[in-house]
């Protein structure tokens, strides 16, 4: 190494004295999400991800040295027993028990989480009276508008083959999820021999509609099936359907599609339930033939926020959360503690590194993969992740699974996905990745001194130009270049300190501090250049 450092030297200059490396501190800055009204049928309180869902203030999970690994800043995380929600909808329905007789159900007030706790879902009944009108708000988030996602307008959004071509789609349905068989799921609608329990929802593609039982769940975290039902609808007219045809589904009256459905749930009628849900689905079935949805898609480069979070949302649901009780194990004050980056973090993340669809992105210890899918899906980027610990690993391999399946069914087409099992530091393709990665992510601030000492000899392999994201610095804050140390790989970083706030992270609701590493050689070189120009001996000295 300090070798082809002083191979830049140039005899001609005095040395001078080592410079401190700066490190720049900068607050990032995100919009928080409007205020909605308070109605029966409430939007989500998503302060987090379609991911992020916590009745707690930790994180349900596997640590793993590969792993989004962190702690909050007062210590080790603990980890909370409560699952994690299944979905993220931009618009809920109320959730409520199962009745045996047909009147409307008495509504019940949820308490507010305390502050300490990321809900990304709430769904919560008023007390108050409310009018027809009241319950056919649809209570769109503002929050995909204020903030941003990644523009690149040279990425095709369009999954052509999905879109034109009929297939029969392998995909895990609601109904397998969340069925009255399993145990915490009861009829929604009391049973008769006129009343159905089932209803297929067809989606953007041609493929086959997805069957949901509908059923409730007394837990609001848990998988609710009308909720995804009326959020999907919702996310299909505002980002597939022209205005004219949009309007028809989302508007605030009588002959709304979503105002008949909520009406319906809100009002214990099973059977106007499914006829509007039928009716939505007579609706799309010839804009899905006539190529209406696809000439909308390609106009787009981009997708909402409220999009992105629901489709991460639905291949958790399926997968990562059926299992969440078996990333409770850990080991304690190790390298080995999990947690979670959010989405509204990593999207901020995504934006600020300017990714676009053709660039490459990283991530060492990416547990489940929910950071590599959103990559993948915002971006469209070539995502790549590494997890050592075994289930999460296979977690991940599944969740990556629905998820493409996920895709198709909305016509959508990601970046590449590819998923690795194993030390990040062993794995043969790493090495090959990292030399062609523009963003890095490293969620570091558990990891042992030796293995963030591995991590920098690592980073010899990345380019110019390539950023690392971790939550904890690679570099000292009185790091300075010196004779001694001018073979550190430290050398080759510049380094900024951010912020983060509320609802950024797994394990806490509390604002913190993360770390962005430019790799830089040219302020390296230009010491070695200036140090050693005077002195040519001096130049291939052994370092004492």
């Not at 920098?456 to 971790?470: A, H, N, P, R, T």
């Not at 610095?473 to 550190?488: C, G, K, W, Y």
Request: proline share 6%; with cysteine.
């Amino acid at each position: 190494m300090a070798s082809f450092f002083q191979s830049l030297a140039k005899p001609g200059a005095p040395p001078i004295k080592p410079e401190p490396l700066k490190i720049t501190r900068v607050k990032v800055t995100t919009t928080t999400k409007k205020a909605a009204p308070k109605t029966h049928l409430s939007v989500s309180s998503r302060s987090g991800s379609g991911l992020s869902n916590r009745s707690g203030s930790k994180t349900a999970g596997t640590s793993t040295p590969n792993s989004h690994s962190s702690t909050p800043r007062s210590g080790t995380p603990t980890i909370s027993s409560t699952k994690r929600k299944a979905s993220s909808p931009a618009t809920s329905i109320a959730t409520r028990d199962s009745h045996e007789d047909s009147s409307p159900p008495k509504r019940k007030k949820v308490a507010k989480p305390p502050v300490n706790k990321v809900v990304r879902q709430k769904l919560e009944s008023s007390d108050e009276e409310e009018s027809d009108d009241d319950a056919a708000s649809i209570g769109r988030s503002e929050r995909s508008a204020s903030l941003g996602v990644v523009v690149d307008r040279k990425r095709n959004l369009v999954d052509t083959r999905s879109l034109r071509c009929e297939r029969q789609a392998k995909f895990i349905h609601a109904k397998e999820i969340a069925d009255v068989k399993i145990d915490g799921y009861r009829r929604a609608f009391p049973l008769t021999k006129s009343t159905q329990q089932e209803v297929n929802l067809y989606y953007p593609s041609l493929s086959t509609p997805e069957t949901y039982c509908i059923t409730v769940n007394k837990d609001p975290d848990n998988f609710q099936p009308a909720n995804d039902i009326v959020c999907t609808i919702e996310l299909i007219a505002k980002n597939f359907l022209p205005a004219d045809k949009g309007e028809l589904v989302l508007v605030d009256g009588p002959d709304g599609i979503l105002h008949k459905i909520k009406r319906a749930w809100k009002k214990n009628e099973p059977q106007e339930f499914f006829a509007a849900v039928e009716r939505f689905n007579r609706f799309i079935l010839p804009l899905r033939k006539n190529g209406t949805l696809e000439k909308i898609l390609k106009k787009s480069t981009t997708l909402s926020f409220d999009l992105i979070e629901h489709i991460l949302g639905q291949s958790y649901a399926r997968t990562v959360a059926l299992e969440v009780d078996d990333l409770r194990k850990y080991e304690a004050f190790s390298n080995n503690v999990y947690g979670e980056l959010l989405p509204r973090f990593t999207s901020q993340v995504f934006k600020d590194a300017g990714l676009r669809s053709d660039s490459v992105f990283v991530d060492l210890g990416s547990g489940i993969g929910n950071v590599v899918l959103h990559a993948a899906l915002e971006v469209g980027c070539e995502s790549w992740g590494c997890e050592v610990m075994p289930k999460a690993a296979d977690l991940a391999e599944k969740q990556a699974n629905e998820f493409r399946s996920r895709c198709k069914l909305w016509g959508i087409r990601p970046g590449k996905v590819e998923l690795r099992k194993g030390d990040f530091l062993e794995v043969p393709d790493i090495p090959s990745a990292l030399r062609r990665a523009d963003l890095l992510l490293v969620n570091n601030y558990a990891f042992a001194p030796e293995l963030n000492a591995h991590l920098l000899d690592m980073f010899l392999e990345l380019k110019d130009g390539c950023q690392i994201v971790s939550l904890k610095s690679f570099v000292p804050l009185d790091h300075q270049i010196t004779e001694r140390n001018a073979d550190s790989p430290m050398n080759l970083l510049t380094v900024k300190e951010k912020e983060y706030f509320s609802g950024c992270v797994s394990w806490t609701n509390a604002p913190g501090r993360y770390y962005v590493s430019t790799v830089d050689r040219t302020k390296i070189a230009q010491w070695y250049k200036e140090h050693f120009a005077g002195n040519g001996a001096r130049g291939s000295r052994s370092r004492k």
